[in-house]
């Protein structure tokens, strides 16, 4: 088991740029595939990148692709997401999760299962 602690969200204007970190305690971060959901209101909640356990393999969703960037330090127990180029359908509530597995990166959300309290971005247009 991990825990999770999400920070670095805000209010931004569209085209702007936020850095969410994620703040892992507990044993093994460094093995763990690491992903950043978000749920907006009245819609479910979707994975929009993970990362391996290495760093080596990353997944993006296909409306963030070339905006938002994963990464990791593992020496550090932390994972973030840059998002750049926001948009005001980006404004939803993000969550930090972990999933423990043996495939570099699992995307469906019920692999998952450590998840941080969520952090609110909103963007303004």
């Known amino acids: 088991q991990v825990q999770l602690v999400e920070s670095g969200g805000g209010l931004v204007q569209a085209g702007g740029s936020l850095r969410l970190s994620c703040a892992a305690s507990g044993r093994a971060f460094s093995t763990y595939c690491m992903g950043w959901f978000r749920q907006a209101p009245g819609k479910e909640r979707e994975l929009t990148a993970a990362?391996?356990?290495?760093?080596?393999?990353?997944y993006y969703a296909d409306s963030v692709k070339g905006r938002f960037t994963i990464s990791r330090d593992n020496a550090k127990n932390t994972v973030y997401l840059q998002m750049n180029s926001l948009k005001p359908e980006d404004t939803a509530v993000y969550y930090c999760?972990?999933?423990?597995?043996?495939?570099?990166?699992?995307?469906?959300?019920?692999?998952?299962?450590?998840w941080g309290q969520g952090t609110q971005v909103t963007v303004s247009s």
């Open positions: 999760a972990a999933a423990q597995t043996r495939r570099p990166i699992v995307v469906p959300t019920s692999a998952y299962d450590n």
């Open positions: 990362i391996s356990w290495s760093g080596g393999s990353t």
